[in-house]
């Protein structure tokens, strides 16, 4: 059993930076690649960004690309997701996932599921 909590989810201005945590308790963390899923308004859970259990690779959105950084701090059992240069269309409730594979990017291919911190961006 894996228990994830995301934060840092905020109202924020378009183009300005957030950083989200999710912090894991548990089973061991680096046994599990590590994801982000983002649900907009209206639309379905999208694939944002995944790292793989020793951090060394990752794999992101195109919508994501050149401004979302993903990272994880093994030691201290958190992944992060850093976001610059955000759009309103990055306005999402934003998921934490914990899988067993490399670098799943379906939302089917994780077992567990963080709550979900909403970030909304404003123009």
């Known amino acids: 059993q894996v228990q994830l909590v995301e934060s840092g989810g905020a109202l924020v201005q378009a183009g300005g930076s957030l950083r989200l945590s999710c912090a894991a308790s548990g089973r061991t963390f680096s046994n599990y690649a590590m994801a982000w899923f983002r649900q907009g308004p209206r639309k379905e859970r999208e694939f944002v960004a995944v790292i793989s259990r020793g951090g060394s690779m990752t794999s992101y959105g195109h919508s994501v690309t050149g401004r979302f950084t993903i990272s994880r701090d093994n030691a201290k059992n958190t992944m992060y997701l850093q976001m610059n240069s955000l759009k309103s269309e990055d306005t999402a409730v934003y998921y934490c996932?914990?899988?067993?594979?490399?670098?799943?990017?379906?939302?089917?291919?994780?077992?567990?599921w963080g709550q979900g911190t909403q970030v909304t961006v404003s123009s």
């Open positions: 996932a914990a899988g067993s594979e490399i670098l799943p990017v379906e939302p089917y291919q994780y077992h567990y």
